[in-house]
């Protein structure tokens, strides 16, 4: 059975009936794609749904179905993947301060140096979270030990801009600790 092929024109209508006719074309095999990667179709379904949502709000113009593929596909591998990252550095946050605070626990005199040196990481924490998209890519990519080679090459720029991106965000988070008092 031959796919039925979509109408370009009508596609970049962008209307109601252009939503539609994309939904009825690609939601069903977005979301599989999706859940391969998420392993939860609920979540997988919301991916779908965003990336539908923006796509129809950017009304971007697409020359062939090809194009409009290779972007639904791109932006929903993307996302599912931005959801595991988002995922893992929540679980990595909540482990982290369960055994610090496991450590702590049988050292009452070291409550006091606990309690603050846990307010700066929720300080440090809260003020990477603040920064741009690009220097927060490259300094989270920096505090995990890769090489300015490895961040440019897997953020498809050039290492003279990941070492401006780095030395900003560095630069600001000191400013904004700074301002903070830690």
Not at 34 to 63: C, G, K, L, M
Not at 90 to 104: G, H
Not at 163 to 177: H, N, P, Y
Request: proline share 1%.
């Amino acid at each position: 059975m031959e796919r039925e092929r979509l109408d370009m024109q009508a596609v970049h209508r962008w209307d109601d009936t252009a939503l539609t006719m994309l939904y009825r074309h690609f939601y069903k095999a977005l979301v599989a794609f999706s859940v391969q990667i998420v392993a939860q179709t609920q979540v997988a379904e919301e991916i779908v749904q965003d990336i539908f949502v923006r796509t129809w709000q950017r009304r971007n113009t697409f020359i062939t179905e090809g194009a409009l593929r290779a972007y639904l596909y791109n932006s929903v591998r993307n996302e599912s993947i931005s959801y595991l990252r988002r995922q893992r550095t929540e679980q990595n946050r909540m482990e982290a301060y369960e055994r610090e605070w496991r450590l702590q626990a049988d050292d009452a005199d070291a409550d006091s140096q606990w309690l603050q040196r846990e307010e700066a990481i929720r300080r440090l924490l809260n003020a990477i979270d603040r920064l741009p998209a690009r220097q927060r890519e490259v300094f989270l990519r920096v505090v995990k030990g890769k090489t300015t080679a490895e961040i440019a090459s897997e953020l498809g720029l050039e290492p003279g801009s990941v070492k401006k991106q780095r030395q900003r965000g560095i630069e600001r988070l000191r400013d904004e600790m700074d301002q903070q008092g830690g």
